[in-house]
């Protein structure tokens, strides 16, 4: 049963279904969740909430007879509330290694899924989609990808087929917010693309799963029905009344291209608006770097190279700034080395795309090279990137992640790609 009450009575075991706070200030990037460190309670009391909306099937009901006065005695006192506000609503603290910024990313994105999640379900249901729920998680990704970009960015790839309905949109979403910030977008054009960049295919959930996740060739009518994603996902955001424009735009138009070619509306070159031209490349290099039941995805490296070979459907002056945000060898590529060692790109070099840091996985003459971490920019040219390598099978090396800091849990490779998925796909 869903209860409002106020968050005087608020306690541990609890489990919130909604917050009501207009366009929320506090660090809750979660819609719903069970209220279970006393901590998350401090900070829902520095943040003037006044009333939470709790479901007593999930978690626990008020206390009977709770008055204010129990709960002074119970909970903190008003002081102490008062000392945690300002602190809150601070930034959250920077993780200060790189070992610490995957940790808190791989939080990040498990988090995320339930939010997408339950903002993509409401949709199906036909409920208007309020952009609160979406803003606290897009400024956290936002946050992540000011840090580093290849860090979340790297880790939404890792993603299970359980988790690869809604990692598309966090991944695009923080896609968006790392080309924007290349641009020199302020702020809250920034936060603007990122959240139209985790709205763009709500539009999916209009379309039976059945024919999305079809393994083997669309027909015409299925196709048609596909391409009718953006207008679907139009009208869902819609609803709401709430979104900003810009994520009505690259809802309607992040299948358009550059040419003319794309749909619904064929729009060509600057007709088509700058965040919709974005979304059009961080979708295509996220979906083209997906494994997917029918198709394996391609090492991100070989993205880079095949999508600039592309004619007409990309923005040329985006598409270097798009290199220029990922790396010409994004993190997580295989990369064939000039004296034949294989290894997988651990790092973005800040300022030289040719020279990341990466980690061996094979060194044919020298197997206790292997496992050797390096870093090509010193290397003063000995040992350069010849090319990049063909998409490896994850699971003959027994784990995805191979890119990560040592002491950051990397993942059973057979999950990712063992069964099909449902969600937005390649279209
Ligand atoms: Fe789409
Ligand atoms: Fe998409």
């Given at each position: ?130 952009p609160d729920d979406a803003r606290s998680l897009v400024s956290h990704i ?151 039941p029918y198709k394996k995805g391609w090492n991100p490296a070989e993205a ?124």
């Amino acid at each position: 049963m869903l209860k409002q009450i106020p968050v005087s009575k608020l306690r541990p075991g609890m489990y919130i279904h909604r917050i009501d706070a207009p366009w929320l200030d506090h660090p809750f990037w979660k819609k719903r969740f069970l209220l279970e460190k006393y901590t998350d309670l401090q900070t829902i009391r520095a943040n003037d909430i006044e009333t939470v909306w709790i479901n007593t099937e999930k978690g626990l009901d008020v206390l009977p007879d709770q008055d204010e006065s129990e709960q002074d005695s119970f909970w903190p006192a008003a002081s102490i509330a008062q000392s945690h506000r300002r602190a809150s609503r601070e930034q959250e603290p920077a993780p200060s290694t790189l070992e610490a910024e995957y940790r808190h990313a791989l939080e990040l994105c498990e988090e995320a899924q339930t939010t997408i999640k339950d903002i993509f379900l409401d949709a199906r249901e036909g409920l208007p989609i309020d952009p609160d729920d979406a803003r606290s998680l897009v400024s956290h990704i936002s946050q992540s990808v000011e840090r580093n970009p290849s860090v979340l960015i790297s880790l939404t790839r890792m993603r299970t087929a359980d988790e690869y309905t809604y990692m598309h949109s966090v991944a695009v979403c923080a896609l968006m917010a790392a080309l924007a910030r290349t641009l020199g977008l302020n702020e809250a054009e920034q936060r603007e693309a990122a959240t139209a960049g985790l709205l763009h295919d709500v539009g999916k959930m209009a379309i039976p799963i059945e024919i999305l996740n079809k393994p083997g060739r669309l027909t015409d009518d299925e196709f048609r029905l596909i391409m009718t994603h953006p207008d679907a996902g139009y009208v869902m955001l819609m609803r709401g009344g709430l979104v900003p424009n810009v994520a009505l735009d690259v809802c309607l138009h992040h299948h358009e291209k550059f040419d003319g070619s794309g749909y619904p509306h064929g729009l060509q070159g600057d007709g088509i608006s700058l965040q919709a031209r974005m979304g059009a490349l961080c979708d295509v290099y996220d979906a083209v770097t997906s494994d997917r039941p029918y198709k394996k995805g391609w090492n991100p490296a070989e993205a880079i190279h095949r999508m600039a070979q592309w004619t007409g459907h990309f923005d040329p002056m985006l598409l270097r700034a798009f290199v220029r945000t990922v790396g010409l060898y994004p993190v997580g590529s295989l990369v064939l080395l000039q004296d034949g060692e294989l290894a997988v790109v651990t790092e973005q070099h800040p300022h030289e795309l040719l020279l990341p840091k990466v980690r061996l996985l094979e060194a044919p003459g020298n197997q206790t090279r292997k496992g050797r971490l390096i870093d090509l920019s010193t290397q003063r040219g000995h040992n350069r990137i010849r090319s990049f390598a063909p998409q490896p099978d994850w699971e003959a090396y027994g784990a995805l992640g191979l890119w990560l800091p040592e002491g950051v849990e990397r993942r059973n490779a057979g999950a990712a790609t063992a069964q099909e998925s449902p969600g937005p796909g390649t279209l």
